[in-house]
């Protein structure tokens, strides 16, 4: 009975996600940009490392010696319908006078990147800024009024500093307030840090109304922060000036037998994506936990669906070349140009049918 209840409603949220679909409060869309498979296209990178000076050198693989370059050639094609081709002097048109903030981790950096790339190649004679101040980079288009945020957020709910140490707060968003003031698009992500323990976590404890306790199960923790930051967007945004989309989950790739292959113990030397259209391995749970969250909100959110065409791109990852020592093998993190920027398509399709 329990697994009728979850396939119910997984069917139920993959009615509701996209095209121009609402997860919640919104009306039914017959398209489907998120099922479909991966294609060769030589027309493709939509743009080059060398021609976004400001690209975070972890994000720049072939600067950092990756030999391959296919990886670079894939497109998107959804089964049911063709993907708008990305244009970014028409983007840069469309958010004239408005800006777009992405609150997250490290993959929302990662799509952050992407975009402002896509949209200085657009229009490289364009004069931009860059500045960052504390978590707060904001990078600024003048000719067009339109500026493209990121607000580094983990969690999304607050880490604040105790007597007794750093405390992770899953009822708490203060940052909500600079999200409210300062976007007109946002888009929001986190699960990545969920699972860090030891010196990767940033916290000591964890705390829920008067309950602090050292650590709890980390699903049901995401949960709870997921809640609490679908309560702060029901109660302070306003949908009709507001626009609020979540990234998905993005998938990593650190164990070769989720994709078929045993031998893999990693990402490294993956070349080119999975064929078909679903990942062996399965639904990543965090995911489900996010729809079942999306789906029970009364505000319009739209779910970027982004995990399981990333989870087909094994070949997409830094791996041995985030960094030019080739240390380290990281299979979280997407290569630029890349699958990120595939994210960014498909949030610029989805605005565009959202103004239409």
């Known amino acids: 009975m329990a697994s009728f209840g979850i396939w119910l409603v997984s069917l139920l949220v993959q009615v509701l996600v996209f095209e121009q679909v609402q997860v919640s409060g919104g009306q039914e869309s017959t398209r489907d940009y998120f099922k479909g498979s991966w294609v060769y296209d030589t027309s493709y990178p939509l743009y080059n490392a060398s021609d976004c000076p400001f690209m975070e050198s972890f994000f720049d693989c072939q600067a950092n010696g990756r030999p391959d370059t296919q990886y670079l050639k894939y497109r998107w094609q959804p089964s049911s319908c063709n993907l708008t081709s990305f244009n970014g002097i028409d983007f840069l048109l469309k958010l004239s006078g408005r800006s777009i903030m992405f609150v997250g981790d490290s993959l929302s950096l990662n799509q952050w990147q992407s975009l402002t790339c896509l949209l200085h190649k657009a229009d490289p004679e364009a004069e931009y800024t860059l500045e960052r101040t504390g978590g707060l980079s904001t990078f600024t288009f003048p000719k067009y009024s339109v500026k493209v945020m990121i607000s580094r957020n983990a969690y999304l709910v607050d880490i604040v500093n105790t007597d007794i140490g750093r405390v992770l707060k899953l009822d708490s968003i203060e940052s909500g307030k600079l999200w409210k003031e ?64 979540f990234q998905g989950v993005s998938p990593d790739h650190s164990n070769g037998e989720d994709w078929g292959e045993p031998s893999a113990n990693s990402c490294e030397g993956q070349s080119q994506p999975l064929h078909g259209t679903s990942y062996p391995g399965g639904p990543v749970p965090a995911e489900e936990v996010l729809e079942k969250v999306l789906g029970s909100m009364s505000n319009p959110v739209y779910l970027l669906d982004v995990t399981t065409l990333s989870q087909l791109r094994i070949d997409g990852h830094p791996s041995l070349y985030g960094r030019r020592d080739h240390k380290g093998d990281d299979c979280t993190h997407w290569c630029l140009p890349g699958v990120p920027d595939t994210w960014n398509e498909l949030l610029y399709a989805t605005i565009l049918d959202q103004s239409s």
């Open 182 to 245: 300062s976007a007109d698009f946002l888009i929001f992500d986190t699960w990545h840090w969920w699972l860090h323990t030891g010196r990767k976590q940033p916290w000591n404890y964890i705390q829920e109304g008067n309950t602090t306790v050292k650590d709890m199960d980390r699903m049901v923790a995401y949960e709870k922060a997921l809640r609490t930051w679908a309560n702060w967007v029901d109660t302070n945004i306003d949908s009709s000036k507001t626009k609020v989309f």
